[in-house]
C-alpha cells in the first residue's frame, strides 16, 4: 500500500481516494484541500475540476494545461498551515497551506490561503484568497 500524497500518513486507499471515489467523503474543507493536492500529485484533471466551484470551473483548455503541468513537476510535500472554520457544520471554510515541488527550475514553492465552500451538499475549491 502506498502512502497518501497529502500528509496524512494513511495509506492511499484509506485516505484520499476515498474523496476520489466520493467527493462528500470530504468531511471539512481541509479534507478537500488534502484530497486535491493528491490528485495534483496524481495529475487527476477530472477531479480536479469535480472539485472546483462550478463558478470558477478552468475550461477544458485550462485544465490540460493544468494536468500537463502537474506532470511536468515531482511533488515533494504539502504542509497545513492553518484551517478556518470548514467543518462539517460549516458552510465556508479558509485552509492555508504550502505545497513543495521540484521542476527544471528546481524547488518551487506554492503558498496559499484558499476558499472553500459548500456546493450542491459537498466542499469545493472556490479560489485563493492570498
Known amino acids: 500500500m502506498t502512502t497518501c500524497n497529502c500528509g496524512s500518513e494513511q495509506n492511499y486507499e484509506a485516505c484520499c481516494k476515498l474523496v476520489h471515489i466520493d467527493i462528500h467523503n470530504a468531511k471539512t474543507a481541509e479534507m478537500l484541500m488534502r484530497s486535491r493536492y493528491s490528485a495534483f500529485c496524481k495529475a487527476d484533471g477530472d477531479y480536479l475540476i469535480k472539485s472546483q466551484a462550478k463558478k470558477h470551473a478552468p475550461s477544458s483548455t485550462e485544465i490540460k494545461e493544468i494536468v500537463s503541468w502537474a506532470k511536468s513537476v ?57
Do not use: P, R
Not at 511533488?75 to 470548514?86: P, R
Not at 471554510?93 to 472553500?116: N, Q
Open 74 to 130: 515531482t511533488w515533494v510535500k504539502l504542509e497545513v498551515i492553518a484551517s478556518t472554520h470548514g467543518q462539517a457544520n460549516d458552510h465556508t471554510g479558509t485552509v492555508t497551506f504550502k505545497a513543495s515541488y521540484f521542476d527544471a527550475d528546481g524547488m518551487g514553492i506554492i503558498e496559499e490561503k484558499s476558499l472553500f465552500e459548500k456546493e450542491n451538499g459537498h466542499w469545493v475549491y472556490v479560489t485563493g484568497i492570498e
